[in-house]
């Protein structure tokens, strides 16, 4: 089986006594040993997706439709990884803790394993830093750590929501470099959820990319950042600076995503679309297959 599948995942918010829609008909499959890069704005529902995924949906929230199928264990690696650590544990004690509960090992042999997923994970001088707290460690360090802590659970497949966002650049290529060799040596998929486009290039094998609670495109990564064939997808990739890239003006997408309660059957990209045309004003379809790995949502390819 697939270590992970989700169909047709539909999550709704109520505001004002009225339920909203926010996910919808949100489909990926993820194999072993392969890393999907979600990417996407801030508030498409990138993050929603993981914690609908994990059974960790907000208060308010409810998942209204969809499965979600996992062939083996998730766990999930968080933005802020100090929310994610007991302040009042030291982090050997912390880590040693999930492992007993997950596989009833003694404390003597949970203390041990706690020791060497710090030591693979990348934390020096793990025996001594087992001993730290939380604030004692920098940023980078409690990410690895909290890294450790998913690993800790044994699981399938990894989620990760945004897990270098609040690190430097140096330090982002080392948890990126850290994610990737537990997925090669643990046969982990991973999911990869980031507004940075660059991040998701670098590690992704396929990509999906979501607007207004919709994946929009999806597609092996070189195909679907390389040659988009989604609007927003291009317009996204045209956003990010780059090096090979003549220098000129920013290229920011203009407008703004639609509220919820504006969502409609047409295209949610639609005010903000260099390409709209009639057609895409009617009721749009589902994303659909341009090619046997390549789906996009769009209703017409020209000029993408």
Avoid: N, W
Avoid at 238 to 267: E, K, M, N, Q, W
Wanted: hydrophobic content about 45%; overall charge neutral; aromatic content about 2%.
């Amino acid at each position: 089986m697939t270590p992970l599948e989700v169909d047709g995942l539909r999550v709704a918010v109520r505001r004002r006594g009225k339920a909203l829609t926010v996910l919808d008909d949100v489909s990926f499959a993820v194999g072993a040993g392969q890393c999907l890069g979600i990417v996407g704005e801030s508030g498409c529902g990138k993050s929603l997706t993981l914690r609908a995924a994990m059974g960790l949906l907000p208060p308010g929230a409810v998942r209204t439709a969809g499965e979600v199928r996992a062939g083996s264990g998730l766990a999930m690696v968080f933005q802020d990884s100090h929310a994610s650590l007991d302040p009042t544990m030291r982090i050997g004690s912390f880590v040693a803790d999930v492992v007993r509960r997950r596989q009833g090992a003694s404390r003597a042999a949970a203390r041990r394993q706690a020791v060497e997923l710090l030591a693979a994970v990348g934390v020096p001088d793990p025996g001594l830093r087992s001993r730290a707290y939380p604030h004692e460690l920098s940023g980078g360090m409690r990410q690895r750590v909290a890294i450790a802590l998913a690993l800790a659970t044994d699981p399938g497949v990894l989620l990760c929501d945004e897990p270098t966002t609040a690190l430097d650049v140096t330090l982002q290529a080392e948890i990126l470099r850290l994610l990737d060799t537990a997925r090669e040596e643990r046969g982990l998929g991973v999911v990869l959820v980031s507004h940075d486009v660059a991040v998701i290039r670098q590690v992704a094998d396929v990509v999906a990319v979501m607007y207004a609670g919709q994946i929009v495109e999806a597609g092996p990564a070189s195909e679907v950042l390389d040659r988009p064939r989604h609007p927003y997808t291009r317009a996204l990739i045209d956003a990010v600076p780059t090096l090979d890239r003549p220098p000129g003006p920013f290229r920011p997408i203009p407008g703004a995503p639609p509220d919820p309660a504006a969502y409609s059957p047409a295209c949610r990209f639609l005010a903000r679309c260099a390409h709209r045309a009639p057609a895409c004003q009617e009721v749009v379809p589902g994303i659909h297959a341009l090619d046997e790995r390549h789906r996009s949502a769009c209703v017409h390819q020209e000029g993408t």
